[in-house]
């Protein structure tokens, strides 16, 4: 078992590492103290690959369980409209009008459907959209998302509702490419802490603190901080922190995953950033996380992107 002040902190002990997660909400734990480079790269790179393979697992999980009951829940809220307006029509590419149906799109629909039902529609699509705030991301990924997935894998189709061979490979793959960029994502937003690049630190020190208390008390998921250091890095590297497809998960409350991402928040906290430059940080997660692989399915994990802002800002405890 491994020890728990020690680098790259892991434990098959559920109780050890909830007093050691405990300790990390009320800032207690020490930080930036282990150092990445030198004979340390490789306790560090064990840190992220074991990182990946945590977040990976509740991403996969949260896929499996609670995404396959929201489809199904969104689907029977779609097929309700369906059965008057004729099938859904999805356009993701925007958030005004995400879902239309056939029946109301062209010059058809007054040959197909009553002056009552076309007078309704607009209605009945706000209805819709307000029902379906919890579970759209479901039919998103159904819709849109797996399709991609398979079809860069070449196999045809692919469903969270299915067992078949081509849909567990893109699910795999999806989950993959999800976990790889939320952590991708955290280590860039250490190495810019660390680097004094953010005006306040959030996954270290009075940052981690401060969080906790704001998320114990409204009730908030790690998913939360994720989603608050996002917007703040776009300021410093804007296309790592752009808006993504895969970005799913972070906009979901899942228990599982927001228990993984603390996980790696505190295994992350312990390690000296500074110590790093962009092209060491760049060539461990290269390794680690298949960045290069990834890149073509994931821009937000180009190389280019990771240069330094002229005007750094100094940061607090």
């Known amino acids: 078992m491994a020890s728990l002040v020690g680098p790259g902190v892991t434990t098959a002990d559920p109780r050890q590492l909830e007093i050691a997660l405990r300790s990390f909400r009320a800032g207690l734990t020490p930080f930036a103290v282990f150092d990445p480079s030198g004979d340390g790269e490789g306790v560090f790179a064990a840190t992220i690959e074991q990182a990946n393979v945590t977040i990976t697992r509740a991403v996969r999980s949260l896929l499996a369980h609670r995404a396959a009951e929201d489809l199904r829940e969104a689907l029977a809220r779609v097929g309700s409209m369906q059965q008057v307006y004729g099938p859904p029509v999805y356009k993701w590419t925007t958030d005004r009008r995400p879902i239309e149906f056939s029946h109301m799109l062209g010059r058809s629909a007054s040959a197909l459907l009553s002056d009552e039902a076309i007078g309704d529609y607009e209605a009945q699509l706000d209805l819709l959209r307000y029902d379906l705030v919890d579970t759209r991301y479901a039919l998103h990924l159904e819709t849109d998302l797996l399709p991609t997935y398979a079809r860069w894998l070449g196999k045809g189709e692919a469903s969270l509702l299915s067992a078949g061979e081509g849909s567990a490979a893109a699910i795999a793959l999806l989950a993959e490419d999800t976990a790889s960029l939320m952590v991708w994502r955290m280590l860039t937003i250490r190495w810019c802490e660390d680097h004094g690049l953010f005006a306040a630190r959030y996954m270290t020190g ?85 960045a290069g692989d990834r890149l073509a399915r994931i821009p937000q994990m180009d190389r280019s992107a990771l240069t330094r802002p002229p005007n750094a800002v100094t940061t607090r405890a």
């Open 206 to 290: 009075a940052g981690i603190e401060r969080f906790w208390e704001f998320a114990e008390y409204f009730g908030k998921p790690t998913q939360e901080l994720l989603r608050q250091s996002y917007r703040h890095g776009q300021a410093v590297f804007p296309h790592v922190f752009a808006s993504s497809p895969l970005d799913w998960a972070v906009a979901h409350d899942d228990a599982g995953l927001s228990h993984a991402l603390e996980h790696t928040t505190y295994q992350l906290s312990r390690w000296n950033f500074a110590a790093l430059s962009v092209d060491t940080l760049w060539g461990i997660c290269g390794r680690q996380l298949g």
